[in-house]
T-cell receptor, first 112, second 114 residues
């Protein structure tokens, strides 16, 4: 059964550094999302991406965040200058239809 | 009032029992309702999704939506120790052309004891 994959599984970085989280969607999926889950808290929406552009973003998704699908397959989330509070599990989700989303295993980001 | 509320548990049941989970919500615009299962330090796994009010059954799982009460439920029959996980409800405001953001509950931790 096809799955969403994410790399790396873990990332440790210093505050102020840039990180890029990568996602490989299921092959015929058209809708792409990033969510994050701070330890012990709810899963929170960050951004949705469709037809090569951002379709919706949350208040969390400020200027330090960006997304792109550079080669038509990978879907990336870049955090330009990481802060301590960016430490969280980041999940990519993709869907063939608007109403269903399938999540990847996540990248655990730790900012020191 | 939180947009989506879910009892954090833990909910402990003996193997073979019915697990009953629920969420309440405040936003009447929600139209799609999902249940995800999340094992520790893993990604959410989609179990069920329903549109508007009504029931949906899939194997041991039954999802119910009561939009008039803003209340959704998930029932797991013949529970197994492998069902021990955190169950997340999620909902969205309907189909948009460019995707739907999900709003999640905080999750209910379920323990099924052999």
């Amino acid at each position: 059964e096809p799955e969403v994959t994410q790399t790396p599984s873990h990332q440790v970085t210093q505050m102020g550094q840039e990180v890029i989280l990568r996602c490989v969607p299921i092959s015929n999926h058209l809708y792409f999302y990033w969510y994050r889950q701070i330890l012990g808290q709810k899963v929170e929406f960050l951004v949705s991406f469709y037809n090569n552009e951002i379709s919706e973003k949350s208040e969390i998704f400020d200027d330090q965040f960006s997304v792109e699908r550079p080669d038509g397959s990978n879907f990336t989330l870049k955090i330009r200058s990481t802060k301590l509070e960016d430490s969280a599990m980041y999940f990519c989700a993709t869907g063939r239809l608007q109403e269903t989303q399938y999540f990847g295993p996540g990248t655990r980001l730790l900012v020191l | 009032q939180k947009e989506v509320e879910q009892d954090p548990g833990p909910l402990s049941v003996p193997e073979g029992a019915i697990v009953s989970l629920n969420c309440t919500y405040s936003n009447s615009a929600f139209q799609y309702f999902m249940w995800y299962r999340q094992y520790s330090r893993k990604g959410p796994e989609l179990l069920m999704y329903t549109y508007s009010s009504g029931n949906k059954e899939d194997g041991r799982f039954t999802a119910q939506v009561d939009k008039s009460s803003k209340y959704i439920s998930l029932f797991i029959r013949d529970s197994q120790p492998s069902d021990s996980a955190t169950y997340l409800c999620a909902m969205s405001g309907g189909v948009k052309a460019a995707g739907n953001k999900l709003t999640f509950g905080g999750g209910t931790r379920v323990l099924v004891k052999p």
